[in-house]
């Protein structure tokens, strides 16, 4: 993941893929694809609707830009906020959300929408890049550890051009703690996993450190089962 990572830009297909791959090995530790209504929140490219769509699933994308939702034929998209779903409560079997609440500045109310709309007993899945990490700043980094402001303005003066993900505006500073409180605190939710996604099982204990998480866990994986 973090070779295909290292490429996102310049080869997406690899790298949507990979991630598309992963994701799908990681919900099916807890829950099947076969039958189940899956929404992605804040995505819609088409290797994650192909994959799913291939493990027998009906795959629902939404996006807040209607050019970022190609999930491929016979499958769903919708252009809505993450933060305001256009969808009933209990619509989906599994919600899911990759690499989207560092793109938002409220992910908590993002989270309680992606817990709204999941079934009783469905699944909510969440994984996103942490901003102290060594990677926290996407393509800016690792000059983000000097301030996001700045990484942007050295990132434009050396490629001519802004960031896809601009610090204040389409990034933000997200931190594990931030959204490892909210998933303890949810009473209609049971946390069933959390662990920093890319590396080893044995490196889950970082979650538990305080500063350290936010250096080290680098992308934040959370799998709650609404109750």
Do not use: C
Not at 85 to 90: E, G, K, M, Q, S
Not at 168 to 189: C, D, F, I, N, V
């Amino acid at each position: 993941m973090f070779r295909s990572f290292l490429v996102e830009q310049s080869d997406p297909e690899r790298f949507y893929t990979d991630v598309a791959n992963d994701t799908i090995t990681l919900i099916t530790r807890h829950e099947p694809l076969e039958g189940r209504t899956v929404l992605d929140v804040g995505a819609g490219q088409e290797q994650f609707g192909r994959r799913f769509v291939d493990r027998g699933a009906r795959y629902v994308a939404v996006d807040i830009e209607r050019e970022s939702l190609s999930p491929g034929p016979g499958n769903g998209a919708v252009v809505g906020r993450g933060e305001d779903l256009p969808f009933p409560d209990a619509f989906a079997d599994i919600v899911m959300s990759n690499n989207v609440m560092e793109h938002v500045t409220t992910p908590e109310v993002l989270a309680d929408e992606m817990l709204r709309v999941a079934k009783p007993g469905g699944l909510v899945f969440i994984s996103y890049t942490i901003w102290a990490s060594p990677w926290g700043g996407h393509e800016t980094s690792p000059w983000h550890l000097l301030g996001g402001d700045y990484a942007r303005r050295r990132y434009e003066r050396k490629n001519g051009r802004p960031p896809k993900n601009r610090f204040g505006e389409t990034m933000h500073a997200a931190t594990a703690s931030r959204m490892l409180s909210w998933a303890k605190a949810q009473e209609g939710a049971e946390l069933l996993e959390a662990a920093p996604r890319y590396h080893p099982d044995w490196a889950d204990p970082i979650l538990k450190v305080p500063g350290l998480r936010e250096v080290l866990s680098w992308n934040l994986m959370l799998v709650l089962r609404r109750t």
